[in-house]
């Protein structure tokens, strides 16, 4: 964490400057915005944490509650989000409380008794190492209240608007020609209850849930044929002497079935109780399940243990199905190739489906996230508009596998343990799917901000499309061994990785004359994208990883790029030098070539591009047409 | 963190429910009151926060200042504060922000060219693992920010009183026949300048610096024969060529020598330059000496390299001797063996000394934690007042080796470089001394509160006076790897851990027969002094950790003392029952005897006995004096 390099500061580190909108920033709703985004859950409000990173862009985002969220829906954090945690500065406060889910417990009928159940497996929830993050379960609201410190604390001061509904939307004919082109209706709850306003705004993004009015507005819909499945779901502390109530648990009795979830703090579990397929002609009924109906079928399912309810924080009866939105933004189909879109769908308006993979919230923020770095980019004028059909195309794919993943695998929990051919292939399927379910393997493919796998084998363990997994190594200034994908904070920046070729730092090397390139041509995004007036990484944080042990150069060997001037005193930042760990080595763990490479990534931590450190005609090419130049050319020139 | 067993948690779970004066806590200063602590520095303020945790007596802090500390004073963190800091729950925080010192580097004049200073050594900062927790370095106002919190989120609901300064104390003549037999005299500062107030409290604690008023007011003296020595210390931003400028150096040069502190955030440094000894005519006129001599004179140390200072966040002269007050407490040193100590010493009011070695901050939140869980303890009725005689006897010797490590080190850092006999003699010295500069060396011996080293030898690790070393286990209920010391909080209770022996969990064993000793025998101090009417670990959270692997048992093969019920559901508290790593064997790492053992730990965290799991009556006699019962001795006969 940086601070104090813009004067010194006495309170929360946390907490930075006010700039830009947040200088003085309305409290109340205004007329004009640059972005409004409609709903306060998971996909909303990180979308609007990321775009508070963006001072200069005035976002809203509006709720129909008139305060925060306070128990109930999703719990499941996947460690992908964790990661993403990371870079919104709350990982580790979230890991302190909530649970952390280490191995899953799969029961089903004694074979000799099988009025009873019993454990039949116990897999570790992460085999194969796939994060250095934990799986976590904890409450959704927890996780919105750590967004919304986020976006209080950024230099926006950003709050959301609570008691506002969205009633419709209308996007103008020629929407190029208008400064705020979306013209909302909103009607206030509560307080003001009935009044109507009407707001426009340059994009709109609908994160209002299932039965989204945004949706509707754009005339998009949700797709898919299987039936409703309702669940009994609760939340409660219990006397029991079930020996896994602590552990996650798949149950599967002759009773009937249980996806077991325990929650933060130690005593509250969560129990989703299967109802089963809802019958076509059910018109709801099922929603009038009484609770102690679930109860006791709980019971009947963990015979021959018991759950003695002692009190309920929460429970509902849901009925849900798979479902796909057919497009995640207002384009028509046979828009131009240049139309850009100004209303965008996140979260359970694009996708339903069942909770049994615990999928839900973590796909909804890597929507949110994905949306707001792109529209901060764009409404802050750092990266053309084209930039944002890009969401639909990532992210209805990554949609798409989700509702297949978890069609299969919801199938598979439902299925009677005496109807599967393999009685482990609940457990096997599971353990199979691990890199999946933890978020890790969304890949997005060749576009204007992705460049292609031609050199690849310079680092196959960042594959250009996935996440960039972390490796620690050390901070050459002062001697920190860090992951050093943990430093990736959530500022809108683009991220690039030299690794170094094997000459000593100082020595003449590839590495020495991509810097020089870097900070000097006149071609180099550094130079190009950079802005005159701002710190030397404002656009792009650069960092080398050399393959010297850190005793075996000193810092100042380092070339200038790597030790960028910010603030008003013009200071070095002198966090960029790094080195492999002798006993963890970076480029063997993630096979980087020893001939060096750039690896770059994009604001939300994907890797865009793996290249060649001699090859910076690629890296030119790549932010050709995913940046803006802040000057004229002219003085590019000079 | 355990919470919703109290109720549902909608928030912020470090915030706990309310109780006792906290639920109408008054915001003036009251005229009676249990505790009165005097100044919020370091000492005082984990006093209070320890305090805060005893909802049932009320403890104000005063303070001159009219709101928090904002910059300057102490920085240094060493490891034993961390793992302090985790039993308030802020570790994680603070580690995320604070500068992680690893390494240190030594400059010396370079033989071939003694004008100059070139590199001679460079240390780990805990070559020995001496803890898992870091060496910080972070402005003592955020430590205080972190405690305040604390309280003000702890039961009590505790505030600092700001704008009242201390002018003076009586004790009454026959203390134990009054209710607050202490009687002090205030005055307000800041908006209500000039008024006075006469306030009764129990106990007070004077936690209000070296030059202290409670100090003067019972009569007490630091005493110290050295003279003063003069430091320019300054917080400043500055471009540098200096290549060690983010790592703690102590650098000697013909031009005087420094100790150099890199600071949280990445840019801030603090640098203490060398203005000498003060002479004994001197009449302060070193404080004088401008900030434009010290960065002066800093350049010149430096040289070949340069500090060109931009910023100056803070900047002070100060002198400092070696000195220790003759008490730490009201009571004459002919008192009455049973005569009970009202007014208390802590911090710099006992103990002065250079900023050298990064002690001061340390030592002094030791002694606000030693008194304030002894005072909460005597004040709410669970400890007999003869408790409070141990914080001296324990207090004054640690103060003690303090002074003399303080003397030899910063004596050892201001001899020239050509005054040595050995020239690595100060790094030599560094790394020998880690332990005790960690913070790990003090040692309590034998009193009321702690057992004698008869059975040392079934847990040779765990040293009795010695704080509690934390080690790794797997806990049963949820298969969490965690440091079993870091579920040690501070709120005032003592902690047993039971360590197994070689039965399997459920079988006859001698572990078996402790534990239903603890919680049936009419003589077991579990019986004895935890109140009926509340949960079954409140004065006691007892652990048991086995030896077999975790998956070899069930959570419910371990007997109900280690399962207690708590809340108004009587649920079970599950997080009790762990088990050794068989990666990281507990037993190996601390040795422990494969025949089981006790071990006693302290509400501040120091290991009060070792004892045999058959040696009941010895855990009996342990606590006989210890604690006093809750219950009149014939409903226990019952």
Redo the contacts between chains.
Sequence with gaps: ?????Y????????RLPAAGIGLNRPEELPDEMDVLIVGTGPAGMIAAAQLSMFPDVHTRIIERREGRL??GQADGIQSRSVETFQAFNFA??IM??A??L??MSFWNPDPENPENIIRTA?PLDDEHGISEFPHLIV?Q?RVL?YFARYMKQSPSRMTPDYGWEFVDLQIADNPENEEYPVTVQLKQLGAGEGSTRTVRAKYVVGSDGARSGVREAIGRKLDGKQANHAWGVM?V???T?F?????KCAIHSKAGSILHI???????FRMYVDLGEVRADDNHAVRKTPLEDVIAKANEIVNPYFVDV??V??HSIYEVGHRLVDSFHDLPDDAPADAIPHVFLTGDACHTHSAKAGQGMNVSMQDGFNIGWKLGQVASGTAPAALLRTYHSERHPAAENLINFDREWSTLMATPPEELDDPTAVETYYVAAEEFAAGMLTEYSDNMIMGDTTHQDLATGFPVGRRFKSHPAMRR?????KHIGHEHDADGRWRIYAFADAPAPGADSKLGSWAEWMQHDPQSPLRRFTPEDGDDNAVFDIKVIYQQHY?DY???DAPEVFLPRV?P???????NVWSSLHDDDFFNARGISREGAIVVVRPDQYVSAVLPLDDTAALKELFDGALLEPRPAAAVQA
Aim: glycine share 6%; net charge negative; charged share 35%.
């Design positions: 964490m940086q601070f104090h390099h004067g010194y500061v006495s309170e929360e580190p946390k306070e128990l580790n406060e302190e409380e649970f952390d280490t191995e116990r409450n609201a209240d939340d502390l219990a006397d002497n020996p896994d109530i602590r552990t325990p929650r933060e703090g130690g005593y509250l002692k009190d924080a929460w200034c002062d001697a920190n061994k005793h000193d810092l100042f603030g005193y013009r200071l070095q930042n002198l966090e």
